[in-house]
């Protein structure tokens, strides 16, 4: 069995986790650093590199990143640190980015390990699509956040703590929460078929805490890694 700390694993994770996500967790668990695509973008933004500069031209002008310079933000990242495990999230988001990054991990002789994909069952959605719908944020500071953990408020559409008034942002929507994950499960059917056609798809209900699911994973993926070496 391959040793916690040695696998190289790609997350494929619904946009259910406001805060700290599994990948988090998981990555901890399993002693490796997270590989998150957004991080690596910003840091290219950030410093003003050549992919930055490119990414930002693309992105004020209202058009989303071509592959290309998705696929070689990722090169650039393994090219240069080449880590021999990690956990890759955020990456990728359709079947020519996997292709690209299965010849990428080829060139490198770093193959992955496993792919871990992340289920809600359709109970889980709809209690997640109830509870981040009835979220509410105060005008005068975003840090002072309601749900449905709060059982009053001493003034109506009021902030507890400073009086200010209660909105709720239009990604935390009922109807805009309900298509993140439509799209999303579009998104990742053909991603899914890709690395199940390759035995590499572990799948893991994502139901409880980070750490719970973490746990979980980390069991399923050991588990994936006994099943492959025998």
């Known amino acids: 069995m391959m040793a916690t700390g040695s ?9 259910a986790w406001l805060w700290e996500t599994p990948s988090d967790s998981l990555a901890r668990a399993l002693a490796v ?24 031209e693309i992105m004020n002008s209202g058009r989303p990143l ?12 393994l090219c240069q640190e080449a880590p021999t495990a990690f956990l890759l999230d955020r990456h990728p988001l359709n079947a020519a980015q996997a ?13 992955l390990d496993s792919v871990l994909r992340l289920h809600l069952p359709e109970q889980e959605v709809e ?33 507890n ?25 579009a998104m990742v059917e053909p991603i899914i078929r890709h690395y199940a056609r390759q035995g590499l798809l572990v799948t893991v209900d994502a139901v409880g805490t980070p750490d719970e699911i973490a746990s979980r994973a980390l069991a399923a993926l ?7 070496r025998k």
């Open 7 to 15: 696998m190289r694993t790609v997350i494929l994770q619904p946009p």
């Open 33 to 56: 650093p997270r590989i998150n695509f957004g991080d690596l973008m910003r840091a290219h933004l950030r410093q003003g590199t050549n992919l930055g500069i490119r990414s930002a």
């Open 66 to 77: 071509p592959d290309e310079i998705i696929n070689a933000i990722i090169r650039d990242h």
């Open 99 to 111: 292709l690209a990054l299965d010849e990428l991990l080829h060139e490198l002789d770093t193959p």
């Open 127 to 159: 209690g997640r699509v109830r509870h981040q719908s009835a979220r509410r944020l105060c005008r005068n500071d975003s840090a002072h956040v309601y749900g449905p953990a709060v059982d009053t408020l001493d003034v109506d559409d009021a902030c």
């Open 161 to 185: 703590v400073c009086g200010g008034e209660l909105y709720q942002r239009e990604d935390d929507k009922e109807t805009s929460i309900r298509g993140q994950f439509s799209s999303y499960e």
């Open 222 to 228: 050991r588990q994936h890694q006994a099943a492959t």
